[in-house]
């Protein structure tokens, strides 16, 4: 796949994006955040502004803020998309963004991207797309969980990290939202759809 995501942080050295064949199986694990990317004392969804339509569950164990992704354009910069991700987010006239990661949960590192597109109709085709994708990567179709069809999930073999990634996606309103977990192990994956429920809580999946 030439479209890689995943995030890694802290002591962990950053991936290089693989090209070709070699980069589509990549991102069945996915790619790290640059370290140029911020990490700040978390203020938590106590913090957010009442206002703001585009909450991210708080994961807490370890959570990061990137507060300063405010646009698609911030999310792209991160390079845990890949090229055909983000011409999909393009085309569907992907505007402003939210980012969350808590990488120290028992269940493993979770990543929430939250992104607004043109419309209704758009976040849900492009959602759809996303999810396609997913399968076109070599990941499994799971779930339902919590009423979201649009779950993928992988599983390595000898030892590779992540062991296990799970990947949802779902639309609310104009918002695209992906939800994702690299797994400390196959067994520990089993607990996606509770950390998606987190999501759901401040964000429910448009039926």
Do not use: C
């Not at 055909?84 to 085309?91: G, M």
């Amino acid at each position: 796949m030439a479209d890689a995501r995943t995030s890694v942080f802290g002591a962990i050295a950053v991936v290089a994006v693989l090209v070709g064949v070699v980069a589509g199986a990549h991102a069945l694990w996915g790619v790290p955040l640059p370290a140029s990317a911020r990490n700040v004392p978390p203020t938590g969804e106590a913090g957010r502004e009442a206002a703001d339509r585009m909450a991210v569950a708080d994961f807490q164990h370890g959570f990061e803020s990137y507060d300063h992704v405010r646009t698609f354009a911030d999310v792209v910069d991160l390079k845990f998309l890949g090229d055909s991700e983000v011409d999909a987010y393009r085309e569907a006239g992907a505007g402003a963004a939210r980012l969350t990661v808590a990488s120290n949960r028992p269940e493993g590192q979770v990543l929430v991207t939250v992104v607004r597109v043109a419309d209704e109709g758009a976040a849900r085709r492009t959602a759809t797309e996303l999810d396609d994708q997913q399968l076109g990567f070599g990941m499994k179709r799971i779930g339902p969980e919590h009423g979201v069809d649009r779950i993928a999930r992988v599983v390595r073999q000898d030892g590779a990290t992540p062991p296990a990634v799970v990947r949802a996606h779902y639309a609310h309103d104009d918002l695209v939202v992906r939800v994702e977990l690299n797994a400390r192990s196959a067994d520990r994956a089993e607990h996606f759809g509770d950390l998606l429920a987190r999501q759901l809580g401040v964000l429910p999946a448009d039926g």
